[in-house]
């Protein structure tokens, strides 16, 4: 390794694989998540040779601790190295852990460290990991996760107070909600209740009457960030589950 290299190394820092392709005939470059350093693309040089004790390392949704090194838009990989401990996803619940890689790689921006989000990247990977295919298991990890990675984003909402923030949410009162904006006083009768609303920002999901409120909040605010992009693995899981 080239010394100027060597300065620019990182060692055994923990990572989530959010996507990999295929680069010439025996490399990979690696899209992850780090918990310091953010999104990085990672070139992870002779990965797919027969015999490549890294190549059966480099899964999704597994925690790993990645060293890399180089100072340009891509990195070279140095190791990997898997944590145990967290099961395989198979079924709906790798399905909604593809949807929330889909999440970070269209909105992430490469290079910015995001800590507390991959805490809560991690948790909902912890909970997806111990999920049946039930919706009914899966929908408030992911609603959960969508708000931390809103508010990671600068469009986090005071979820206790009116929209402009000079009153509490009442919850004897109900309100209409305005992507970036809150919560509206209403008496339509499609306005939701303010008990829920505070529910929801104490991260409490056990009343299943708050499910396709947050559902609706989460959507409409993300849409905003999202603009024109498709989120495929989402159109997937409303096809297969109404999720």
């Not at 959010?18 to 005939?25: C, I, N, T």
């Not at 310091?36 to 899964?59: E, F, K, M």
């Not at 909970?127 to 298991?137: G, H, I, K, T, V």
């Amino acid at each position: 390794m080239a010394r100027g290299a060597a300065k620019n190394r990182i060692n055994d820092h923990p990572a989530f694989v959010l996507h990999q392709y295929a680069y010439r005939e025996t490399s990979r470059l690696l899209d992850v998540f780090t918990r310091d350093y953010g999104r990085q693309t990672i070139y992870a040089r002779g990965v797919q040779r027969p015999g490549s004790q890294v190549r059966s390392v480099l899964l999704s949704f597994q925690p790993l601790l990645l060293s890399w090194f180089g100072a340009g838009e891509v990195k070279t990989l140095h190791a990997a190295n898997w944590q145990p401990g967290l099961p395989q996803l198979s079924g709906l619940p790798l399905l909604c852990a593809f949807y929330i890689n889909e999440l970070l790689q269209n909105l992430l921006i490469k290079d910015e460290p995001h800590p507390d989000l991959f805490v809560a990247y991690f948790d909902a990977m912890k909970a997806l990991a111990l999920c049946s295919a039930d919706a009914r298991e899966v929908e408030p990890i992911l609603r959960l996760f969508e708000k931390a990675l809103l508010l990671e984003l600068g469009l986090g909402l005071d979820w206790q107070s009116e929209a402009g923030g000079l009153a509490a949410i009442n919850p004897m009162l109900r309100y209409q909600f305005v992507a970036q904006h809150g919560f509206v006083p209403s008496e339509a009768i499609d306005a939701c209740s303010g008990h829920l609303i505070l529910q929801f920002a104490g991260n409490d999901m056990r009343d299943e009457a708050l499910w396709p409120w947050a559902k609706t909040w989460m959507r409409q605010s993300l849409a905003l960030l999202l603009g024109d992009r498709v989120l495929y693995t989402r159109q997937l899981l409303l096809d297969l589950q109404r999720i």
